[in-house]
């Protein structure tokens, strides 16, 4: 009689301790996709009057969200467009000006200007990406980015990579791949690209032979705008951009990046993304 009471007591408390639960579980579930391209889907207002409201409030929330990255998106178009157009036209313009030094630090200096401003919209899109990730076999698409570099003769190594399927942006990875093997080059000498899967995560990893990066310096140097050196000049690396987009891509594949000095010396950079 006793668990007969219980049963009695306990089911249909069970079953509407469950049926609360699901507005709840349905707001934690949705609130992991806000701010992705797909977005979070309207949630149902059901249940009490607190969790109707809160539904709704998420609601709210979601819609000025949204509204909110569409007209980033659509300033950093115009942007685009408006400032390559003027930059255009002045490189037409200084090609008509003498051959001499003062012509080509005016060319180097436009090109500097349109790199550094493709590189600010590449940083503030990612993440936005309309197309829906792929099922790709990353050793391939490393494997190609790396042809690319050997084509031009660059000092790139790799050594034999297990295929590997996983689910990405494939124009987002390659153009992480390719700042850090941009980066081995410049600060040192080399880069040497790996892959190997651990725990069900695919870690793909790209070193140097360089003087490194002082520890207490390393989180600064993922941060935007932030390099060894004060100089923006492209020939000693650029604007300071390279890892804050690696960083950002890592981040939009539900990945991680990492760097860390190597005891024989260098850096090594990883990008550690969950297997598709």
């Known amino acids: 009689q006793t668990f007969f009471l219980y049963g009695i007591v306990l089911i249909p408390l069970v079953w509407f301790t469950r ?88 060319i180097t200096t436009i090109d500097d200007m349109r790199q550094m401003l493709d590189d600010i919209l590449s940083l503030a899109r990612i993440g936005r990406d309309r197309e829906p990730p792929q099922r790709v076999d990353l050793s391939a698409l490393v494997e190609a980015a790396i042809d690319d570099f050997q084509d031009t003769g660059a000092p790139v190594e790799a050594a034999d990579m297990p295929r590997t399927i996983v689910t990405v942006h494939p124009r987002a990875i390659r153009r992480a791949l390719t700042n850090l093997i941009d980066n081995a080059i410049k600060y040192g000498d080399r880069a040497e690209v790996s892959l190997r899967v651990e725990n069900g995560r695919a870690i793909l990893a790209v070193t140097d032979h360089g003087p490194g990066i002082a520890p207490d310096r390393i989180e600064e140097m993922m941060q935007p705008f932030t390099r060894l050196e004060g100089s923006r000049s492209r020939n000693t690396g650029g604007a300071g951009l390279g890892l804050a987009i690696v960083r950002a891509i890592a981040s939009s594949e539900s990945g991680q990046f990492t760097l860390s000095n190597r005891a024989e010396g260098g850096l090594l950079a990883e990008l550690n993304l969950p297997l598709g």
Do not use: C, W, Y
């Open 19 to 106: 049926r609360l639960g699901a507005p709840l579980r349905a707001l934690s579930s949705a609130t992991k996709r806000v701010g992705t391209p797909e977005g979070a889907t309207p949630l149902p207002e059901v249940g009490p009057d607190d969790v109707r409201n809160l539904a709704a409030s998420f609601n709210a929330m979601q819609d000025r969200i949204r509204s909110m990255l569409e007209e980033k998106d659509h300033m950093l178009g115009a942007i685009g467009h408006d400032l390559r157009t003027p930059l255009t036209a002045l490189r037409v313009r200084v090609e008509s000006v003498p051959e001499g030094p003062d012509r080509d630090r005016m």
